[in-house]
């Protein structure tokens, strides 16, 4: 990649839009970013795509850039060094696994950056020359954040550990280790953000600090799923003999414990539906119960007589 120009290695053309351009700086830093990507050279390609993302979605810095391109030699210092884009006040950003927490409570993914390449990549490159001569806000960031549906139900609080990027006194990029408390609201639905006031990028000059807004997600199953952000699903088993008679049975389920009526002649995944026992949001959504029903092992001889009688009676 190190001999392509900057067009190249984002895999545009030269006409290409500054929507075309951030939509391939993010598909490949999302490709080679060493979290994730299991190439030998990850932290190298992703330097390089960064390089070339931060000067061509900047207008002035791609006009030069493609000034330097029709003509080389005058994109060349006395010294003869390539375009260099730290003549613009850009510095290397460390795009280590280790900023990115250490897995507690969240090491099963359940705690991810939806777009923490755009947002560490503007601010991680921020030199002397694009700083703000008055107090600015700092950036904010966007985050997903995995929860047990039961969360949902009653709500609950979470610790979360991570290096978050802060400035140092010089006005360099570090990070500090933070714990973050966050609260899970009781109804709170998939999609919904939770936002933690001040944990986004630094301000410059003085300003506030962006925030960091939560994107919940659910963990979900084919034994218990939300569909339509509200509804909620589960499985649960029974008896051939209860699905077969019916009756009443005590069931524990993720809205709590119920007597539930099981129709006579029920069938193998229908479903019985608690009106409001879904997610409690404001408007809340339904439970749908889905009967499975499951068969007893024939491992004793008692089992399998037991079932011999039954396919007697049927086969005469």
Partial sequence: MASK???????????????????????????????????????????????AYETLKDTEKRAEYDAMLENPFAGRTNQGA???????????????????????????????FDDIFSAFGSAGWRGQASRPSGPSKGEDQHAELSIDINAAYHGSDRSLSLDMPTLTADGQMSYERKTLQVKIPKGVIEGQQIRLRGQGLPGFNGGENGDLYLKIRFHQSDRLYVDQRKDVYQRIDIMPWTAALGGKIELETIAGKFNLNIPANSRNAQSLRLKGKGIPNKDAGDLYLLLNIVLPPANSDADKAAWQRLADYYQA
């Fill in 82 to 112: 390539d375009f260099d884009p730290r003549r613009y006040g850009y510095e290397s950003h460390d795009f280590s696994g280790s900023h990115f927490g250490d897995g507690q409570p969240f090491g099963s993914g359940d705690f991810r």
């Fill in 5 to 51: 120009n900057y067009y190249e290695v984002l895999g545009v053309a030269k006409d290409a839009s500054a929507n075309d351009i951030k939509k391939a700086y993010r598909k490949l830093v999302r490709k080679y970013h060493p979290d994730i990507s299991a190439e030998a050279d990850a932290d190298e390609k992703t330097s390089e795509i960064n390089v």
